[in-house]
Each structure stands twice: as C-alpha cells, then as structure tokens.
C-alpha cells in the first residue's frame, strides 16, 4: 500500500535551516512526491516536484531557499534562511495509477 | 494569471447533497487532469477524486471514503469542473480545493458543512 509518512512536528530559529523528511512505504522507493506549503488560514501552495534522483522542478516564484533532496525512500526539503513566514505545515504528496496520496503534514515552527 | 475559484459550499443536513464548482482561468483547461482535494477542520489534506482530460479518456479516479457517492465531472466550454456529493455524512465536513498537479495550481477552497 502506498503511504508517505511525516513527522507531525519540526522547529528552528529564525535565519537557520529545516530539513523535513518524507518516507515513502516499501516498494516505492523510486516514486516521485511533491511539496507543498500551507500557512495558516491559507489555501495550499505547490513548492515542488521531486524525483528519486533529487532532480526537482519548483513552482512559479518559490524562493531558492527552498531545495529538495532524496535519498534511498526518503524525501527533503530544505529550507534555508528561516524567514517568520515559513512558519507553515507542510505536506508531501505522491501517486500512482488511479490513486494519489497525502502525508499527514509537518507542522513547522520558526522560533 | 492562473485562477482556479471554487464555489456552492454551505451547510446541508446528513443525507443531503451538494454541488461544488470551480472556475478555472490562465491555462488550457481541457488539457488538464484535475482533482478535488478536501480538509476536514484542523486535519490534513486528503485527495477526494480525479477527473482526466477527455482527450486522455476523460476518466474519473474517487478515494475509497467517496466511492459510490461522489462524482467529478468537467464542462471543458465552460472551463469548470465539478463535484456532485451525495449521502453527505458528517465526516464529509471540510474546506475544498480544486486542484492542478501538473500546474502546481490550488483553488482558495469552498466550506461545505454537513450537519443536522
């Protein structure tokens, strides 16, 4: 069965990196996911879409500070320069025929 | 500018149904595979259902909680698509968004409350 699992939780100073981490389930360790950003009372934003080879291609307007990496069944994202509006939850997202699937979200706090 | 608005949230009682819509802008509509992704209050997201590109089959993909009670559809003249929901129950209360994966394009999400 397919699942991405997140942490619930993740925090760091502001003007610092996060490195957030998306498992996928056994078997899918060659699956491609996606990162989105949701800030609080807002919609969702796509931020990426990252392959098992860590090649990603990034949304309209999303910052560099934003940057995917992968490695075996796991998937980051890295945010760097901690700015007040990162302070996000943040959902991997990945698929397969007739089925895609949402991680339960990383909530991020920039203390 | 991409837009994606969706609309016809409100409250329905269990049982009842509802239609939601979302206009779509900014982009070749009838090319698009699109879907409907949900969020129950202070939940995360979950994917509801798909609809393709009637030039890719125009087939339609539901999550196992919508199967049998909700359907996509898309008027690709009007660049709209659509989600009927019947059997409402309440765990179907939640914000909706109309979404675009290929694009990377979200709606702003319409309510849809279902209570007695």
């Known amino acids: 069965q397919l699942v991405v699992t997140q942490s619930p939780s993740a925090s760091a100073s502001l003007g610092a990196s996060v490195k957030l981490t998306c498992t996928l389930s056994?078997?899918?360790?060659?699956?491609?996911i996606a990162w989105h950003q949701q800030q609080p009372q807002k919609g969702p934003r796509y931020l990426m879409k990252l392959n098992s080879d860590a090649s990603h291609s990034k949304g309209d307007g999303i910052p560099d500070r934003f940057s995917g990496s992968s490695s075996g069944a796991e998937r980051y994202l890295t945010i760097s320069s901690l700015q007040s509006e990162d302070e996000a939850d943040y959902y991997c997202?990945?698929?397969?025929?007739?089925?895609?699937?949402f991680g339960g979200g990383t909530k991020l706090t920039v203390l | 500018e991409v837009q994606l608005v969706e609309s016809g949230g409100g409250l329905v009682k269990p049982g009842g149904s509802l239609r939601l819509s979302c206009a779509a802008s900014g982009f070749t509509f009838s090319n698009a595979w699109m879907s409907w992704v949900r969020q129950a209050p202070g939940k995360g997201l979950e994917w509801v259902g798909r609809?393709?590109?009637?030039?890719?089959?125009?087939?339609?993909d539901y999550a196992a909680p919508v199967k049998g009670r909700f359907t996509i559809s898309r008027d690709d003249s009007k660049n709209t698509l659509y989600l009927q929901m019947n059997s409402l129950k309440t765990e179907d209360t939640g914000v909706y968004y109309c979404?675009?994966?290929?694009?990377?394009?979200w709606g702003q999400g319409t309510l849809v409350t279902v209570s007695s």
């Open positions: 979404w675009n994966f290929v694009g990377g394009y």
């Open positions: 056994s078997g899918h360790s060659s699956y491609a």
């Open positions: 609809i393709k590109s009637k030039t890719d089959g125009g087939t339609t």
């Open positions: 997202q990945t698929w397969d025929t007739g089925i895609v699937v």
